[in-house]
């Protein structure tokens, strides 16, 4: 892989140069690049090292290999490849797409494409995410998990109403996502600044906040 040193520490692969520099005369690809340095990725992150090993149409769950319950050895890697080269096989199939299908075709929740939540991979990397329900629904879904990927509502009548769902069903469809111990995970993250009304008084929870049941609940009143 050749690499270009540019500022102490940072390194730019110049087959990803070349991808922006090919895609420029189309679309903003010099500001894809940009994007993808920012979060420290290269070509070579989904797609493996040049050579008989590189993999055209890496699948999500390379990178993202299951819940805080069942993963590959953590919920996210920054890489869709293993140590020796070879792709990595997810544990748990929540946040991938069937074998055989690319992400740019592939289909989630109510049938949408992928690609309109997440965006697309060499031009919106990483950067598309809806922050919740009333981001596309006028009103809030009527369900427990049938959320993308299984996740609950976001928002505040949730806030209000999933202390009702804990006592039916208890915690444990809960801690997939908001972990074992739980307090939260990269999975239960804000994806915007969230202030919420509670019987624990209003809370405040900035974007990047990791949910747990402590971040209301006080520690000594365990969680059941």
């Known amino acids: 892989m050749r690499r270009l040193q540019t500022l102490p520490g940072v390194q730019i692969d110049l087959c990803q140069v070349a991808m922006a520099a090919r895609a420029a005369s189309q679309s903003e690809g010099m500001g894809v690049l940009l994007l993808l340095l920012a979060q420290g990725l290269s070509c070579s992150n989904c797609h493996g090292s040049s050579g ?38 997810a544990a748990d199939s929540t946040f991938g797409v069937s074998d055989g299908t690319r992400y740019t075709l592939a289909t989630g929740h109510g049938g949408l494409q992928c690609e309109v939540c997440h965006g697309e991979p060499h031009y919106e990397p990483h950067m598309k995410l809806v922050a919740g329900c009333a981001d596309c629904h006028d009103v809030p879904p009527n369900t427990t998990d049938g959320g993308p990927h299984g996740l609950h509502p976001v928002g505040e009548p949730w806030v209000k109403a999933h202390g009702l769902v804990v006592d039916e069903t208890g915690v444990a ?12 995970t990269a999975l239960s993250r804000t994806l915007s600044d969230r202030d919420f009304k ?12 990791e949910i747990g049941c402590y971040s209301c609940h006080a520690d000594n009143k365990r969680v059941n």
Do not use: M, W
């Not at 149409?57 to 869709?80: E, K």
């Open 52 to 89: 008989p090993g590189r993999v055209a149409a890496p699948l999500c769950q390379s990178c993202h290999t299951g819940t805080a319950l069942r993963n590959s050895g953590q919920i996210r890697f920054s890489s869709a490849s293993e140590p020796d080269g070879g792709v990595r096989h």
């Open 173 to 184: 469809t809960c801690l997939p996502c908001h972990g074992k111990d739980r307090r939260g």
């Open 198 to 209: 509670t019987s624990y008084g209003e809370k405040r929870f900035p974007r990047g906040t």
